[in-house]
């Protein structure tokens, strides 16, 4: 099987074209590496992959390829590609947002066509349902994002599903729960607690630390892809979590634990964006696609620290 990987060379497309290409598909993954964070990230982050036999790698942007080149033979589509951050969208920055969530979609939706595409999985976000007391957030539940990033999340799976139903393109878009784990994007926050606990450097918290969320280990993320190019009816809609959700405070309690030293706080106003708390009902995920969360936070936190502390070697 041929899957296309976007984004590939983040956080979680790297993860997930390495379990592809275990399960033996061959993968072609592109990247436009965009300067949302280091290029030197994430040409770490495939540096294993490049030295398969089953991968390709393209740096090029969606929005400027030739699609129907990229998708010759492709059978299964994983669209993880977009341009990240709640807090970065706002103002001139949507811009960018809107050509890479909204765009850069539709441009690929509208290649699936004439495409005997078997899948095509698309990474959303819990950023679509704002801010909300309406917990567990569901899939029925009224999506109302409150920042830029979520209207783009929002309007791009809203293009997956009117692709599936008026032209057949077998979409699934998978809402994402906070994910975190080995290669973390340098900007959330588990990367840079521990960075900053490392270097004893006081930890920086947007509002009371009260807040919580509904943290999913990327180990977990990906294999919900695969399940639902194995699984998922095409138009469905799943919620992605870990199955718990806990607070940042708690979140820092664990780092002390897990790091063996006590670190400072400070606690910074609540950033234009921000919901208080989220937590995923993962019922349908685990009836109809077999979804069950395995990494709990404690030993998710530890997969990450590992890797922080190999990768960062200094510290």
Not at 176 to 205: C, N, S
């Amino acid at each position: 099987m041929k899957c296309l990987v976007t984004g590939v060379a983040g956080f979680i497309g790297s993860h997930l074209a390495k379990r592809l290409l275990d399960e033996g598909c061959v993968v072609v993954g592109i990247d436009n590496f965009m300067d949302y964070y280091s290029r030197k990230i994430k040409e770490a982050n495939i540096s294993g992959l490049r030295r398969k036999s089953n991968f390709e790698f393209l740096e090029a942007d969606l929005l400027k390829v030739e699609m129907m080149q990229i998708l010759e033979g492709v059978d299964v589509i994983f669209h993880q590609s977009a341009q990240a951050g709640v807090r970065a969208s706002w103002r001139e920055n949507f811009k960018t947002y809107s050509d890479n969530n909204i765009l850069a979609t539709q441009m690929l939706l509208e290649a699936c066509i004439e495409r005997p595409i078997k899948k095509f999985v698309f990474a959303s976000s819990s950023s679509v349902y704002g801010d909300t007391d309406d917990l567990p957030m569901r899939e029925s539940s009224r999506p109302c994002p409150v920042s830029p990033y979520g209207v783009s999340k929002l309007a791009a799976e809203h293009l997956c599903y009117l692709y599936f139903k008026n032209f057949g393109v077998p979409t699934v878009s998978l809402r994402y729960f906070t994910v975190y784990g080995p290669a973390q994007r340098p900007d959330m926050a588990f990367h840079r607690f521990f960075r900053w606990a490392l270097e004893k450097k006081p930890l920086q918290i947007y509002g009371d630390g009260e807040q919580s969320r509904d943290f999913t280990h990327v180990h977990d993320i990906v294999e919900a892809n695969w399940q639902a190019f194995l699984k998922a009816q095409p138009g469905e809609i799943f919620n992605i979590g870990g199955g718990s959700r806990i607070s940042m405070n708690r979140v820092v309690r664990i780092i002390e634990e897990i790091t063996e030293q006590s670190v400072e706080v400070n606690y910074m106003d609540v950033q234009k964006g921000d919901v208080r708390h989220t937590s995923a009902d993962i019922s349908k995920a685990r009836n109809l696609l077999g979804y069950k969360p395995s990494i709990s936070i404690e030993e998710g936190l530890r997969t990450e620290l590992e890797w922080i502390r190999k990768t960062f070697y200094y510290l």
